[in-house]
């Protein structure tokens, strides 16, 4: 019997050791395959990074038209902070006649330029002296760092800033270990005494109220494990904590937790990591953050969307003041700062001063990007693209859509938001993209009009028709007279087309320049008729119209569809005197690490005749002053000479207008989204948007030169006539060199033969 | 016969490239003076220290004769020839000088795009500084951009208000990107146009060398 039991015991043993070994054997496997995991995850990129969108860098030098309220307001966008005496990257001050600002570093794609402290002395016309404030010695050109406008994340997707611990003030892991977990240091990625602690704390309370994990364990669960609650999964998480800590120090397992943190969310982006979240609240650098901020960055660790400062401010403000108390405690800020600190607001940047603020100019960024890059390679890569961004023309161009649409509706008796407007401005020399509004609500990613609405254009195709006859210098110049009389056609398919004028009257007969310029139909489909639809749709295309249009004559009059932006592009052409730029957003493409990818470099192509362009542009002169567009000058000043031309399409359905400056091509576009007609047409719709925007971009006027194969002639608009100073209301016209008129009008005749005799003087003594 | 046109035409290639390189030269040698009415006086540093703006390769310099100062024999057709500028200082301001100088520098070290990205800066500060449009058309030469240096000196030419330097320069960017484009007939025009240039120039030259 006895012997029995030994017997029984030694197979029980023998089971319990097998037993063990096994388990043993097993939970090593079990522990190899996390451990492969955790390395195969730390090894190499931990993260797919979004790429980053880069606005334009403002450029400091003397010269630069920039006031001190322009200038403050500049450096506030940037989220640079103004103090009595500037200290540190990203602070200011600045009085109405000198600014003295401590930039911020930044690597730019051509190299990498310090922080610098300037010393900038302004004039109410702009910047006249950049000083290095510390040496004394004058700078000619200073760009500052440029803004982030935006990044390009998966959809669904996880966004973040990477930071490296070295760059992080110490007051934010210093602050994180305070708060989140105080053994950080010591433990072996899990605290006994912290699992203690939370279970007493749950079994007094009945159920669970406090976590136990440690920093370790919290970036385990975000970095591998599903949200999930169980004790398997637990007993996982404690697991890889150790494994983890096994294999890396410290400083590594903050530096990943600062980058994986989930700080918020912002509609279907996810904000990870602080260097994103101090962006994301306030609009600046980690590394410029103060201890109030701080604190509200490490409190919302807990609960981002509990804590969410923009939703919640109370409740974040009551968190952020715990989390300083503590700072107080641990002696990361003394008495007097925590008393200071508690009195501030949360400090938020406004949400649209964020980073993803210009969403239909990213769209155009991802689109013009699109043939180049794998999205992958856009969303996981970290590419940091600098973008032809121009904050100053986009605010200006934002800001004059949403308010004019307000403004029209209210003069047409119309719901509120029933409009909807978009707009784009480029450079003239170069094409490049400025500002870009894709609808009323700028700051919402949805229909961008600006690309892809494609409408009727209306009126704006006339200058093409003119330019076409203008290439003809031998038929037609500025002074041609054109009938304005009734047109019926009867088309290929046997419909018959009549046009009218807009006004529904007749004219009388209208030199060329004048029938553009109020933008006569019937003047405009005669001349139309004269130089043939192919040839006319031939401009268009050459001017960088890509659409498929048919060749008949309603194209004169503009029936054909094209997004604002397409428009901009056939607009800059003219604007470029016929060197046509492809437009683009971009001018440089660089890894994270800073390497250049891409350029986009300056293209310039003459496909328009600078001559007829010079002539056409000078009618479109016209339209300003004495024409359709004429109440811009309600708004520009007098003095700066701009281009244009109004569109109206049937029924009023688009209200257009497009011009230019010798700087600046602007387009603005109001409509319906339904079609449904509204009452405005391009001069009361879209004329005072595009006034305002260009006076508030400051554009400089056209040069009135005619180039070399252009020349004057004072010449009588009635008869299209060889004119001069005995002629009332004659005008100096330009002409093709050798074309302009030769036959006197009659008003020139009396003095004629005496200016010959002048002119064969003149000729006689030179 | 056409073979000696075309050895005519190196020889004068070489000549006007010569001439052309002895302009940037010539023009550091003369005191600059401050270009911008904002740039104060008392401010020495703008362009003080501007290199040339030419090419660094060392060339006999042109003697260039100031209107009258000869002697009656030179023909009076010298006074027709306007008084254009020769360099981007005379026109340029302190920042765009400044920008122009560091495309010089990375044109010099090779570094084409480089130098591409400061012009296109110094563009956007004076879109329509044809010295600056003439040297981005060169660069785009030296980066075998060969299409986009023909234009973009086509676009300089057309702001360039009849300037004869600048005509110049940008003729011959086109010619040599014609010619590498396997043009010669284009090259030859090129070609023709420099040659109409260099006459307009020659009055002012002939009174110093006159064996």
């Not at chain 1, 990129?45 to 334009?56: F, G, N, S, T």
């Not at chain 1, 807009?502 to 553009?516: C, E, I, K, S, V």
């Not at chain 1, 004269?530 to 029936?559: C, D, H, W």
Request: with cysteine; aromatic share 8%.
């Amino acid at each position: 019997m006895k012997a029995f039991f030994i017997k029984i015991r030694y197979v029980v043993v023998a089971a319990l050791i097998l037993l063990i070994s096994a388990a043993v054997i097993g939970f090593s496997i079990y522990l190899t395959s996390l451990d492969k995991e955790i390395r195969a995850r730390f090894a190499g990129a931990r993260w797919a990074l979004p790429a980053q969108v880069y606005a334009a860098p403002l450029e400091l030098y003397p010269g630069q038209a920039l006031d001190s309220a322009t200038l403050k307001h500049e450096l506030e966008r940037l989220g640079y902070r103004e103090q009595p005496e500037p200290q540190g990257p990203g602070t200011f001050a600045i009085t109405k006649d000198q600014a003295l600002i401590y930039t911020r570093a930044f690597n730019f794609w051509d190299g990498a330029q310090p922080e610098s402290r300037l010393s900038v002395r302004l004039a109410p016309a702009g910047i006249t002296e950049v000083n290095d404030a510390v040496s004394g010695k004058s700078r000619d050109i200073v760009r500052l760092d440029p803004m982030l406008i935006g990044s390009i994340y998966p959809q669904q997707g996880e966004d973040r800033v990477l930071v490296k611990l070295t760059d992080v003030p110490q007051m934010l892991p210093r602050g994180l270990v305070a708060v989140e977990d105080r053994s950080f240091y010591s433990h072996y990625g899990v605290s006994i005494k912290g699992i203690m602690r939370a279970a007493f704390a749950n079994l007094m309370a009945g159920h669970a109220v406090e976590g136990a994990s440690t920093i370790t364990q919290q970036l385990v669960k975000n970095f591998f494990l599903t949200p999930e609650r169980s004790l398997k999964r637990k007993f996982k998480e404690v697991c890889m904590a150790l494994l983890l800590e096994a294999h890396y120090s410290k400083d590594e397992i903050m530096e990943a937790y600062l980058n994986e943190v989930h700080l918020g969310q912002d509609g279907n982006r996810a904000v990870h990591g602080f260097g994103l979240g101090a962006q994301f609240y306030f609009n600046k650098p980690l590394s410029e953050l103060h201890p109030h901020e701080f604190a509200l960055l490490v409190g919302l660790v807990k609960g981002p969307s509990y804590y969410n400062p923009r939703r919640n401010p109370e409740r974040a403000k009551a968190r952020r003041d715990l989390v300083l108390q503590i700072f107080n405690d641990e002696g990361l800020i003394d008495d007097a700062e925590y008393k200071s600190a508690v009195e501030l607001p949360l400090g938020l940047a406004g949400k649209s001063d964020g980073v993803a603020r210009y969403p239909a100019f990213v769209d155009l960024v991802k689109r013009q990007l699109k043939g180049q890059y794998q999205d992958n390679d856009l969303t996981n890569e970290g590419l940091r693209i600098f973008t032809t961004l121009d904050p100053r023309a986009q605010e200006a161009l934002e800001k004059q859509i949403t308010e004019g649409l307000p403004v029209l509706e209210g003069q047409r008796k119309m719901k509120a938001g029933a409009l909807q407007g978009a707009g784009v401005i480029t450079s003239v020399d170069g094409g490049e993209v400025l500002a870009l509004v894709g609808g009323r609500e700028t700051r919402y990613a949805g229909f961008n009009r600006a690309l892809d609405s494609r409408r009727s254009i209306g009126s704006l195709a006339k200058p093409f028709v003119y330019l076409t006859a203008l290439q003809q210098p031998q038929q037609f110049n500025l002074t041609t007279i054109l009938p304005d009389d009734p047109i019926s056609l009867t088309m290929p398919n046997k419909d018959v087309w009549e046009p009218h004028n807009y006004d529904r009257q007749n004219h009388g007969p209208q030199p060329l320049y004048m029938a553009l310029a109020q933008s006569y139909n019937l003047p405009t489909v005669a001349l139309g008729l004269r130089v043939g639809a192919t040839e006319v749709r031939k401009t268009m295309q050459l001017a960088g119209y890509s659409g498929n249009v048919l060749p008949v004559p309603s194209i004169f009059l503009g029936s054909l569809d094209a997004a604002p932006v397409e428009v901009a592009q056939m607009y800059a052409t003219l604007a470029a005197s016929g060197y046509q730029s492809p437009l683009s957003a971009i001018r440089e493409v660089e890894t994270k690490e800073g390497q250049p990818l891409s350029r986009f470099p300056i293209k310039v192509k003459q496909t328009l005749p600078e001559g007829p362009v010079y002539l056409a542009t000078w009618a479109m002169r016209q339209v300003m002053t004495l024409g359709t567009g004429r109440s811009a000058y309600n708004v520009i000043s007098p003095s700066t000479i701009v281009a244009g031309k109004t569109g109206t399409t049937d029924e009023m359905r688009d209200a257009w207008f497009a011009g230019f400056s010798a700087d600046r091509v602007a387009v603005i576009w109001v409509g319906r989204d339904d079609f449904r007609p509204m009452g405005l047409s391009g001069a009361t719709g879209a004329l005072p948007i595009w006034s305002k925007v260009m006076r508030d971009i400051g554009v400089r006027g056209l040069d009135p030169l005619p180039p070399a194969d252009v020349e004057e002639q004072l010449t009588d608009t009635a008869t299209g006539l060889k004119a001069d100073a005995g002629c009332t209301g004659a005008m100096l016209v330009p002409y093709i060199r050798g074309y302009a008129p030769t036959e006197t009008a009659p008003c020139a005749s009396i003095l004629a033969p005496v200016n010959s005799a002048v002119d064969w003087l003149k000729g006689m003594l030179q | 016969m056409t073979q000696w046109i075309k050895v005519g035409a190196v020889v004068l290639t070489l000549v006007v490239a010569g001439c052309q390189t002895a302009r940037g030269r010539h023009e550091s040698n003369v005191p600059p003076q401050p270009t911008q009415p904002s740039a104060p006086a008392s401010k020495p540093g703008y362009g003080v220290v501007t290199p040339p703006l030419g090419e660094p390769t060392p060339v006999a310099p042109t003697t260039p004769v100031a209107p009258g100062t000869d002697s009656v024999l030179a023909p009076p057709t010298e006074k027709v020839l306007p008084n254009f500028p020769k360099s981007a200082d005379a026109i340029s301001g302190p920042a765009v000088l400044s920008l122009l100088r560091s495309a010089q520098s990375a044109r010099a070290a090779g570094q084409y795009a480089q130098a591409a990205g400061s012009l296109e800066r110094a563009l956007r500060i004076e879109p329509r500084n044809y010295f600056v449009w003439s040297t981005l058309a060169d660069t785009y030469l030296r980066q075998k951009s060969y299409d986009q240096a023909e234009s973009v000196a086509q676009k300089s030419n057309s702001i360039a208000r009849g300037n004869v330097y600048v005509l110049q320069e940008n003729w011959r960017v086109i010619r040599d990107s014609r010619t590498a484009r396997n043009n010669p007939a284009g090259a030859a025009e090129a070609q023709s146009r420099i040659d109409v240039i260099q006459q307009m120039l020659q009055p002012a030259v002939l009174p110093v060398a006159p064996q």
